[in-house]
């Protein structure tokens, strides 16, 4: 499993009451919180559910296949 910290807006506080969390913090722009990921598809699907609302994501690379899954997902739509 790998520590994952998300940055989210304000509208997405719910992650923290609806997931287990490893820590939460409050911020100006929202909230910070320290989950353990075990499985990245479960990651790349809360991260695409999210869309917009995720304001970063530490490490980096854990969002690599949720940008790689928007893209696809954007290219099909724009090619219909």
Do not use: F, H
């Not at 559910?49 to 790689?68: D, I, K, N, W, Y």
């Amino acid at each position: 499993a790998v520590v994952v910290t998300l940055t989210l807006a304000e509208s997405a506080a719910w992650v923290a009451e609806y997931y287990p969390i490893r820590a939460q913090r409050r911020l100006a722009q929202g909230i910070e919180v320290e989950l353990l990921v075990a499985d990245p598809a479960w990651l790349r699907s809360l991260l695409l559910r999210l869309g917009r609302q995720v304001l970063s994501v530490t490490p980096p690379e854990a969002a690599t296949a949720a940008r790689a899954a928007a893209a696809d997902a954007l290219a099909a739509y724009l090619a219909e």
